[in-house]
Each structure stands twice: as C-alpha cells, then as structure tokens.
C-alpha cells in the first residue's frame, strides 16, 4: 500500500513564502514521476509542478520562477518551494505520485495567501 502524507500547508501574505513536502511510504519503487496539483474552490484541479524520476521538470506558466519542485530520492519526498505567493495562488495543493502509470494522491493541504 502505497501512502502519501504533505505537509506544509497554511497562511502566507501576499509576497511571502511557504515550503509543501510530500513523503510516500509503502511500495515506493518504481516511481515514474512525483508532483503538486492544486485546486482553487470553482475551479478544476490543474498541474503546477511536476519532476520525472530522471529529475525533469515542468511548470504550469503562471507559477515559473516563483516555484520551485525538488526531490529527496533518499526520504522518499518532494517539495514544492513556493516564493513570491500571490492571492491567486491559494488552494488545495494536492501532492501526486506515478507508479506503472497509474496515479496516487494525497489528502491536499491548504494555501492560503492573503492579499
């Protein structure tokens, strides 16, 4: 059973700073790709970031050079170093993993941004 637990989540003003970290446990070999998803309340589920298990990276547009995804291969973790909040980025940031080509997600932790 594969499991992921983020933490990290809470209230920023606008300008400030947070860091999301995303540990899996369980059957953890063989990960294809880890990444952040977020939610906005209204809106779908959308990409923010994502990074492959050779360490490619991808970023939705409108958080490039804000945010930053990494990977801790050794803690089993991604995080997401998120800089320069604006209010539009608060949401629920969900954390994914990709194993086999099927997806695995988090329980969400919410961002807030104050404006």
């Known amino acids: 059973q594969l499991q992921l637990v983020e933490s990290g989540g809470g209230l920023v003003q606008a300008g400030g700073s947070l860091r999301l970290s995303c540990a899996a446990s369980?059957?953890?070999?063989?990960?294809?790709?880890m990444g952040w998803y977020r939610q906005a309340p209204g809106k779908q589920r959308e990409l923010v970031a994502r990074?492959?298990?050779?360490?490619?990276?991808n970023y939705v547009e409108s958080v490039k050079g804000r945010f930053t995804i990494s990977r801790d291969s050794a803690k089993n973790t991604v995080y997401l170093q998120m800089s320069s909040l604006k209010p539009e980025d608060k949401a629920v940031y969900y954390c994914?993993?990709?194993?086999?080509?099927?997806?695995?997600w988090g329980q969400g932790t919410q961002v807030t941004v104050s404006s």
């Open positions: 994914l993993l990709v194993k086999y080509g099927l997806d695995y």
């Open positions: 990074i492959s298990s050779t360490g490619n990276t």
């Open positions: 369980g059957s953890i070999f063989s990960i294809n790709a």
